[in-house]
């Protein structure tokens, strides 16, 4: 694993996205984001594949699942941090990833990446 690991954050509310970026850099990580839709995410994952996503379901009116299609292809662990979707229907259609609700303590998220990152 490398040294300070890439995060990739798509958060379509700006305020959540920027304080979640914070938490991430503040424990040692490189961000990548926050991405505000599926199109501009996706496009950061084809030029540099992250070490992990942390994904909210619903950006703007497209959900993000292609995105996460693609990121497991990749065999990048992924963790849906969400408000809009029950975890349970996440997990239905992704039972690998990692599921979080809004609003989410900073102390869970970082053990959640730190866990996500040690068994990729």
Same mark, same amino acid.
Request: glycine share 4%; hydrophobic share 50%; proline share 8%.
């Given at each position: 694993m490398k040294?300070?690991? =890439?995060?990739l954050? /798509?958060? +379509?509310? #700006?305020?959540i996205?920027?304080?979640?970026c914070?938490?991430v850099?503040? !424990?040692?990580?490189?961000v990548e984001?926050?991405?505000? +839709?599926?199109?501009? /995410?996706?496009r950061a ?5 992250? +070490?992990l !996503?942390?994904?909210d379901i #619903?950006?703007g009116d497209e ?5 996460a299609e693609?990121l497991?292809e990749q065999? =990048?662990p =992924?963790?849906f941090?969400?408000g809009?979707? #029950?975890?349970? +229907? ?5 039972p690998? =990833?990692r !599921?979080?609700?809004k609003?989410?303590p900073?102390t !869970?998220?970082?053990?959640n990446?730190a /866990?996500a990152?040690? /068994? #990729?």
């Amino acid at each position: 694993m490398k040294d300070h690991p =890439v995060i990739l954050v /798509a958060e +379509d509310e #700006a305020i959540i996205g920027y304080d979640l970026c914070d938490t991430v850099e503040e !424990a040692g990580y490189i961000v990548e984001g926050p991405h505000g +839709d599926v199109s501009s /995410a996706m496009r950061a994952v084809q030029s540099n594949r992250p +070490d992990l !996503a942390i994904l909210d379901i #619903a950006l703007g009116d497209e959900m993000v699942y292609p995105l996460a299609e693609r990121l497991m292809e990749q065999r =990048v662990p =992924v963790i849906f941090h969400s408000g809009h979707v #029950a975890p349970e +229907d996440m997990l239905a259609r992704f039972p690998e =990833v990692r !599921a979080l609700a809004k609003p989410c303590p900073p102390t !869970a998220m970082l053990e959640n990446v730190a /866990a996500a990152l040690a /068994a #990729a």
